[in-house]
């Protein structure tokens, strides 16, 4: 399967983004689907993961209350809805699949990943 993340771009803190993951190549919901973020110097970190039904997500702890998951397997996409940004969530934001049907937050059981979509937050 391949993965097009899009949606990233400059937002002033306290500002919203809304990323897309479109997938091509496979239907998804062969997969659940997740989203990680790397910063400049930092390990990629894990955001949001959502299992392929969608009946089941998971956010990380910085960003419960304010990002959003959620999928549309009749579109072939995954959105994470960001809202009261803060500079400490810019990074690259990448989507990826896992064949697992799990919803780990571990990238290394990740099998598919897109390309990344810059998020900048200004404070």
């Known amino acids: 399967v391949q993965l097009q993340a899009s949606g990233g771009g400059l937002v002033q803190a306290g500002g919203s983004l809304t990323l897309s993951c479109a997938a091509s190549?496979?239907?998804?919901?062969?997969?659940?689907m997740g989203w990680f973020r790397q910063a400049p110097g930092k390990e990629r970190e894990f955001v949001a993961v959502i299992s392929w039904s969608g009946s089941a997500s998971y956010v990380a702890e910085s960003a419960k209350g304010r990002f959003t998951i959620a999928r549309d397997n009749t579109k072939n996409t995954v959105w994470l809805q960001m809202n009261s940004l803060k500079p400490d969530d810019a990074g690259v934001y990448y989507c990826?699949?896992?064949?697992?049907?799990?919803?780990?937050?571990?990238?290394?059981?990740?099998?598919?990943w897109g390309q990344g979509t810059l998020v900048t937050v200004s404070s």
């Open positions: 190549g496979r239907p998804i919901e062969d997969y659940a």
């Open positions: 990826a699949a896992d064949g697992g049907y799990s919803t780990t937050t571990d990238p290394r059981k990740y099998d598919y």
